[in-house]
């Protein structure tokens, strides 16, 4: 008989659903691809409905469902610290009570009743559900597991030893010491929304200088060299206030926070280059404890800051471990996974098997995660797909499956931007080939165009390349898997083209126009990309698609974006991709096997 467990994160942000079933992943996904509300954190009603739908289930049949954390913790914590900071915490507190009163101290009772069954809510530990997403979904039987993080109740980083079924936490940070949290007051310093913007802060920082970076050593946190580190408070504004940061940081870095709507200037690109670099040193001198205090050759992470990919990069090129594996929805969705997979081995004390054991097929002499490409979502047939356009009236053509690849192919080397819609829905924050917004690498435009013109949004951000696996050394420096997009690495040296003279005193995002490679599109201004690899094992449409390409051009290598514009969730059904499709200057939209054109 089937066992099922479902795993439930919600009323922060990013509020998901995953359901195991004997242990393996049957489906995952986050709430907003449902509601089109971005970070969405009600209660993940529509994913729990796909969740159960996709196992053939009914809520009464599921044998065990967890909550990612504890609320009586995280309220106690909030209760201790408001009064610890009193007066000043006085405004917060008394903002914050009536919801927690009214609605979060009796959060099991409401689970339920959203649920619609009687069958009792277990809680897991916010920090214990990241750690279980890092390490039971890895291909590792052995690893040390980093979870790194604004907060969960008390905790705000951890370091944890995975063997088997087993997760030994060693040691932890605790609030208001946080790494995740030093960096969203930042985000929020340079004019960007925390929880959403922190993306946005690294994509900023190779246009500025580390000038900041003794201002931030002396005045805004201790490095201690374990990797613990120690929050000037005075300095911010979070523990007691409304806003991260206030006028601590105003005098220290010589004036107030960037407006939203003003632009970005020499100061943000500056700070977010600052900011960077000392959190990289952070997370180097974690992986290091992390290391010393395991003895093992591996490691997982997962948290918010596992999401930064340059740190990430850093920590395979320069860390002590010769394997990484990160949680592709590392953020707090990532914590309904997690805390499915504690309650299946930790609290049902199920073994876990190993991939070895389970035969799955080999990734250049390493065994595949459990993941599944993180595509875990909803998917949709062709004769779904054709009866929906014809339902709408929309013109398609249908192509054979065999030419599907090489016509999508011969688009994006007419410099065609594609979005490309097929397969099962990716869970996390990427697109990873199923939801995606594809063009030409090689193109000088492509960046200013897919910003501008599809995705409406900053003009700095740089675009991801999805690579042949087996021709990642080739123009990246990198060989190593990086199927979840999650590590940055410079492009070869020999894809590179010379600059011309004048090119470093080029204002900030000036420098961009300035192609630095045969792949100027994904060519960040550092020389770096975040790669994506791609097997035909994980997506086999994809894959097909860059192989095509490369048969045309000697290009092994694409642009990936989400398929979304600005503010709004990557879309899920077909419908969602039509309507982004119409509203942005996309050339062309593939729905599996049909393709639809603009008429210009």
């Known amino acids: 008989m089937l066992t099922s467990v479902l795993g439930i994160s919600a009323y922060y942000h990013d509020s998901a659903a995953c359901l195991l ?41 599921v044998d065990a469902i967890g909550f990612y954390e504890k609320p009586l913790v995280k309220f106690q914590r909030l209760l201790e610290s408001y009064i610890a900071s009193a007066p000043r915490g006085l405004r917060p507190y008394l903002m914050a009570m009536p919801l927690w009163l009214g609605r979060k101290l009796w959060m099991a009772d409401e689970i339920a009743e959203e649920l619609g069954t009687s069958k009792e809510i277990l809680f897991g530990d916010h920090h214990e559900s990241h750690a279980a997403s890092a390490f039971y979904p890895s291909p590792f039987e052995e690893a040390a ?60 920082a190779p246009y500025g200088q580390p000038t900041y970076v003794k201002a931030i050593r002396d005045h805004i946190v201790e490095i201690l060299d374990d990797g613990s580190i120690r929050l000037h408070l005075e300095n911010f504004e979070f ?33 977010a280059r600052s900011v960077q670099e000392v959190v990289e040193e952070i997370m180097l001198r974690m992986a290091r404890t992390a290391h010393r205090e395991t003895g093992s050759k591996r490691l997982c992470l997962a948290g918010g800051v596992a999401l930064n990919c340059v740190g990430n990069g850093r920590l395979l090129r320069e860390g002590p471990f010769e394997d990484i594996w990160i949680q592709p929805a590392a953020g707090d969705a990532g914590g309904a996974l997690g805390v499915a997979y504690a309650l299946w081995h930790r609290y049902m004390g199920k073994p876990r098997v190993s991939a070895e054991k389970r035969g799955d097929w080999v990734r250049g002499g390493k065994y595949a995660d459990e993941m599944q490409g993180a595509l875990l979502g909803p998917r949709y047939s062709d004769e779904e797909i054709g009866a929906w356009l014809s339902a709408q009236g929309i013109a398609a053509e249908r192509v054979p499956r065999a030419d599907l690849a090489g016509r999508i192919a011969t688009l994006l080397d007419a410099g065609k931007v594609v979005g490309l819609f097929q397969g099962r829905m990716e869970f996390g924050p990427r697109a990873l080939g199923c939801r995606s917004i ?26 991801a390349p999805a690579v042949l696996r087996e021709r990642v050394a080739d123009w990246f420096e990198l ?10 690495a410079d492009v070869a040296k020999s894809r590179r083209i010379p600059v011309p003279a004048g090119t470093d005193d080029l204002f900030g995002i000036e420098k961009l126009k300035v192609p630095r490679s045969t792949i100027p599109a994904v060519t960040h201004v550092d020389d770096s990309a975040r790669v994506q690899t791609v097997r035909r094992e994980d997506n086999p449409l994809y894959y097909d698609i860059i192989q095509a390409f490369d048969a045309l051009t000697g290009c092994p290598v694409i642009v ?41």
Request: charged residues 25%; aromatic residues 10%; glycine residues 8%.
């Open 438 to 463: 594809i063009g030409d690498a090689r193109s000088p435009a492509m960046q200013s165009v897919l910003n501008l013109k599809i995705k409406y949004r900053e003009s700095f951000r740089p675009f």
């Open 21 to 61: 079933v004997d242990g393996r992943i049957v489906a995952a996904a986050q709430e907003e691809r449902f509601t089109r509300v971005k970070h969405d954190e009600r209660f993940p009603s529509q994913a729990v409905a796909y969740c159960l739908k996709e196992a053939g289930l009914t809520i009464d049949q």
């Open 560 to 600: 990936n974006t989400s398929f979304n514009v600005k503010d709004e969730p990557i879309v899920c059904t077909p419908a969602d991709a039509y309507r982004c499709f119409m509203n942005t200057e996309m050339d062309a939209l593939v729905l599996e096997s049909f393709i639809i054109r603009k008429v210009s």
């Open 239 to 271: 523990v007691h206030g409304l806003t991260m940061t206030g006028r601590g940081f105003e005098k220290v870095f010589g004036g107030p926070r960037r407006d939203v709507d003003a632009p970005v200037t020499q100061r943000e690109m500056d700070l």
């Open 145 to 204: 597991v980093l979870t790194i993080d604004g907060v969960g109740e008390w905790t705000t980083s951890s370091l944890w030893h995975g063997r088997g079924s087993e997760l030994t936490m060693l040691r932890e940070m605790r609030f208001p010491h946080s790494v995740g949290l030093l960096y969203s007051a930042f985000t929020y310093f340079t004019g960007f929304k925390v929880n959403e913007g922190e993306y946005k802060v690294m994509g900023l």
């Open 479 to 488: 060989d190593y898997e990086s199927p979840y997009m999650l590590l940055v």
